[in-house]
């Protein structure tokens, strides 16, 4: 009787472990069958591609930016060497000025 038992036993274990490890199957596919479903849904792909895109016109504005930043400082410069060199006649119109009232007398 006891190996009776025993063999019932074993066969309902065995027969639940089965059941048991189909449905852990069948959860497995439903939940891979959500993340696509959401994944779909929810179109990260599409929102990837158009994150890429601004990024990339993001860059390249930058990029535009500095450039012109760059000549500006370029053009600041020669704008100061010839502000000092008006800065410089202005002085020498003042001597030349003591110089022609010199001679008109």
Known sequence: MASASSSSARHLFSDSKKRLCDRVGVNVNNLGSVARQIVR???SNEILGQSIKNFTQVDIVSDYSSQN????????????YQHEIMLDSVNHMDYLKDQVTAMER
């Open 41 to 43: 849904g929810s179109k």
């Open 69 to 80: 930043l760059h000549k500006m400082q370029l053009i600041l410069q020669h704008v100061d």
